[in-house]
């Protein structure tokens, strides 16, 4: 997935905006980040719960990673973003939005 098509299916999700974090660029939902994206490596982090991220991590450990230290514990994964399934990298967003919004804005989007 290339950066402008990850940036616009953030920025669908409802009450997201886009800013800056650090190095990267933050999507947010409730002041809460829910995905950031790293441009000059081309990877995104989202937050998972502990059971998602050791099915992505186990599904692709070459491609898909726990964070390190307290970020990865806490759910936080990163993503190559280039050599990903798109579908994927849509899923995991899905669920990485849900997790951080509000019910009455995740209830939308869970299957």
């Known amino acids: 997935m290339d950066s402008l098509t990850f940036i616009a299916y953030c920025l669908s999700f409802d009450e997201v905006i886009e800013l800056p974090h650090f190095e990267k660029t933050s ?3 409730n002041k809460k980040i829910f995905a950031t994206l790293n ?3 081309k990877q995104a982090t989202f937050k998972l719960s502990a059971i998602d991220q050791s099915v992505f991590c186990d599904f692709d450990p070459n491609r898909i990673r726990q964070a390190t230290g307290a970020w990865g514990k806490q759910g ?3 993503f190559d973003l280039t050599e990903l399934a798109d ?4 899923d995991v967003l899905t669920l990485s939005y849900c997790n951080v919004s509000l019910k009455r804005l995740s209830e939308k989007y869970k299957a």
């Open 27 to 29: 999507f947010r939902v």
């Open 39 to 41: 441009l000059q490596k």
């Open 76 to 78: 936080w994964t990163i």
């Open 87 to 90: 579908e994927m990298l849509i």
